[in-house]
């Protein structure tokens, strides 16, 4: 499919938010898929590569990798701070035949090859190609070619790793303004390469790529799409936002806009309900949930 630039990508966005066919860029509502095609919820925290998964299993301190036929390949961790070993892993990543891993209580990035052999270690004191600075207190990681954006707790703002030439860039300040982030949680970016983070307090600031602030969505408050306590986000090919809030077994999604679309309810196989924690797309375009059966205490 032909790459869209920015002005045709909004438009064609704005065509399907209004159900009508732009022909000059050749698209049309009815070839669009507004919503996953379908959601997949679990009670496993599971990252998707090319066609192995991975399991962060956080109060283990351990990373599984699992094969497409279901079959344990391997298992990385054990408690520790040495190569190898973690402090409350929190994220995984496939990024071509390598395997990041975020801790949160290591505060580092680690990266495995496809054997699960231990290759780097980003960001922590005393590592000597920490990029710049201490990966102080990180809550979340997206990796995209060799960039790694992490949203951090401690600095309130996203700081992006460039592993090409180790320089670090950052993304957002503290504050309650209007493009002043709380404590950033997640981080997501869409198809025009704009960065989408999302503040535990429910709102989602977007940045173009140089770090200009361009609008902000979603939020508290007594209306249709509000969010109470967000947990992560997921952006699919269209530029739709998903927004897991933990506080309530619902997902809430949002146009390339900001505009509210819909609101998914969130549920386990027997019906219950399920608080969502965790986002992320299956190869096949499932939109898996990692979630529990409570909201948090």
Known sequence: M????RRDFLAVSAAAAA???????????????????????GERQLFFGASDSYE???????????NANGDLTFELGGRGNGPGEFNLPLVAAEVGTELYVLEGGGSRIQRFDANGQWIATHGARGAGDDLGRYLEAPRNMTVVGERVYVAYGFDYNVQVLHLGDGSVQELGSRGTGRSELNVPVAVAIDPLGDVHVADVV?????FDAGGRFLRRYAGRGDWS????????????????????????????????????????????????????????WK?????YVYALPGAPA
């Not at 429910?202 to 977007?206: A, D």
């Open 2 to 5: 032909t790459r869209l630039n």
């Open 19 to 41: 159900g009508t066919c732009l022909t000059q860029v050749t698209a049309c509502s009815s070839e669009t898929t507004p919503l996953p095609t379908r959601i997949e919820v």
């Open 56 to 66: 962060v299993l956080s109060n283990d301190h351990a990373v599984r990798r699992i």
């Open 202 to 206: 429910g709102k989602v600031l977007v």
């Open 225 to 280: 799409g509000r969010v109470m306590y967000l947990s992560d986000l997921a952006i699919d090919a269209q530029g739709l936002s998903y927004i897991a809030d933990g506080y309530r077994p619902k997902l809430e999604v949002f146009d390339i806009f900001g505009g509210h679309q819909a609101t998914l309810p969130v549920a386990f196989d027997d019906g219950s309900p399920a608080y969502p924690r965790h986002l992320a």
């Open 283 to 287: 190869p096949d375009g499932t939109l």
